[in-house]
């Protein structure tokens, strides 16, 4: 039992709760005070380096969104499996847990793989993830500011691949991509908050991505959104140290040996 259950079909729910906990999250990172002793970046960098427009963000966001719904409806449609009561098949609470865990991996396996190429081929970098870039400085209503084809290939397919792999359930289906997506603002929220619950559980953070956002780092971390495992593996890692900066806030700094 759950609390949407007699009032929206679980389908409904995978579908458009991810996008209402985006901008019920990224909203309210952005009505946030200043709170300049917890940036990683100043708001005069966020002025001068970013070269797009708010406005502009928030309409490729709403585009990708809308991608991704009409995707998600079609998978749902594709998958869900009900009893001879008509009645959504459910598995185990463990079951679920397992399927959670697999999707993330599955998740972090597609994009890490997806987003190097992107940096590494010249022509997609340059027409298409290049648009991500233009915010140097991120925040977190740009978390999914990309191009419609990164959009698609890199989020929409790494999302429907998570959930076909991973064989879970609309209903669980909910909480996997409603995690993913608060995850992905955090990662883009550009702020070093003390307690963070993602900080404190995921070397794959904040100031993580951050350091791939600057110009020398963007040929490292490319892992996103949970673990940093690909990144360790195939040689892009790049651990980083916080400075805190005169002026107040913090600043993620490339620790090279």
């Not at 985006?22 to 917890?38: E, N, S």
């Not at 959104?225 to 360790?232: E, G, K």
Request: hydrophobic share 45%; net charge neutral; glycine share 6%.
């Amino acid at each position: 039992m759950v609390f949407w259950e007699g009032y929206v079909s679980d389908e409904a729910m995978g579908t458009f709760a991810p996008i209402v906990v985006y901008w019920l999250y990224a909203g309210f990172y952005q009505l946030l005070p200043p709170l300049d002793k917890f940036r990683l970046h100043t708001r005069k960098e966020e002025e001068e380096k970013n070269s797009v427009p708010l406005s502009s963000v928030i309409k490729g966001v709403l585009l990708q969104q809308l991608v991704q719904a009409t995707v998600a409806q079609l998978l749902f449609l594709l998958t869900s499996k009900f009893d001879a009561s008509a009645t959504p098949i459910q598995p185990s609470i463990p079951m679920q847990i397992v399927q959670i865990i697999v999707a993330m991996f599955t998740m972090d396996t597609w994009q890490y793989f997806v987003h190097r190429y992107m940096h590494q081929n010249k022509f997609l970098y340059r027409h298409v993830h290049s648009q991500h870039h233009r915010l140097v400085v991120p925040y977190a209503i740009g978390a999914l500011y990309n191009h419609p084809l990164e959009g698609l290939l890199l989020d929409t397919f790494g999302g429907a691949i998570s959930f076909l792999v991973s064989g879970m359930t609309a209903r669980t289906a909910v909480i996997f991509f409603c995690f993913a997506v608060t995850k992905t603002v955090d990662d883009h929220c550009g702020l070093w908050l003390p307690g963070n619950i993602f900080h404190i559980f995921f070397q794959n953070n904040t100031a993580y991505h951050d350091i791939h956002h600057q110009l020398q780092g963007t040929k490292y971390n490319y892992s996103q959104p949970f673990f940093s495992i690909w990144d360790r593996l195939l040689g892009t890692y790049m651990p980083y140290t916080l400075v805190k900066r005169a002026e107040g806030g913090f600043e993620a700094r490339l620790k090279k040996d």
